[in-house]
């Protein structure tokens, strides 16, 4: 597509449930990053992909984030056992080495 | 991280220019600077980026100082549509530096 692609662009999930993200980049792009911005708050690094490999989880909360990536393509982040806090915007962004990233739409997460 | 400096908020009139500021007096030599904006219920875009010289490009320009220790978004005409969190950000393109850091931004807030 001609644009990152986040699905679904809202979740609304009982606290303790897991929870899957999508995110398509674009085509090519073989950078692939997940943000996530709490309300009212600045964007939070997560994970950083090259290829299949995630060189950089330093950004992850906790053991209950995880996320991959396959064919070089689409990411699936997941959080097990969802928390309130876990409360956010998830982001989703892809690059090609060096470029400018181009941003989804993001995900909506709410916790209840 | 070579940090930036941005004013919390700016305010401007519809169809006058802005000039947005950012200081970033530890800057190196290797660092690009990226400029981009997030409108409301959205992910960031991007806008512009530049090392040295000054920048154009449809969406705005980059005014760099000499000195490269601040730099400035120039937006020609103001619309409603620019209201937005602008960001400024340094950014080492290639080699293992690959991440996006946002800070605060400036909330650019535009009169009709």
């Known amino acids: 597509g001609a644009g990152v692609s986040q699905s679904p662009s809202n979740k609304v999930t009982e606290k303790g449930k897991d929870v899957e993200l999508r995110c398509d980049p674009i085509s090519g792009h073989t950078a692939l990053y997940w943000y996530r911005q709490s309300l009212g708050q600045g964007l939070e690094f997560l994970i950083y992909?090259?290829?299949?490999?995630?060189?950089?989880k330093s950004g992850l909360p906790s053991d209950r984030f995880s996320a991959e990536r396959t064919g070089g393509s689409v990411s699936t982040l997941t959080i097990q056992r969802t928390q309130q806090e876990d409360s956010a915007v998830y982001l989703c962004a892809s690059s090609l080495q060096g470029h400018g990233y181009t941003f989804g739409s993001g995900t909506r997460l709410t916790v209840v | 991280d070579a940090k930036t400096t941005q004013p919390n908020s700016m305010e401007s009139n519809e169809e006058e220019p802005v000039h947005l500021p950012c200081n970033h007096s530890?800057?190196?030599?290797?660092?690009?600077i990226h400029w981009y904006r997030q409108l409301p219920s959205q992910g960031p875009e991007y806008v512009i980026h530049g090392l040295t010289s000054n920048v154009n490009n449809r969406m705005a320009s980059l005014a760099i100082a000499e000195d490269r220790k601040s730099s400035t978004l120039i937006l020609h005409r103001a619309t409603l549509r620019d209201a937005a969190v602008y960001y400024c950000?340094?950014?080492?393109?290639?080699?293992?530096?690959?991440?996006?850091?946002f800070g605060k931004g400036t909330l650019l807030t535009v009169n009709p």
């Open positions: 992909f090259q290829g299949n490999s995630a060189p950089d």
């Open positions: 950000i340094l950014f080492k393109s290639g080699g293992s530096n690959y991440k996006l850091t």
């Open positions: 530890t800057i190196s030599g290797t660092d690009y």
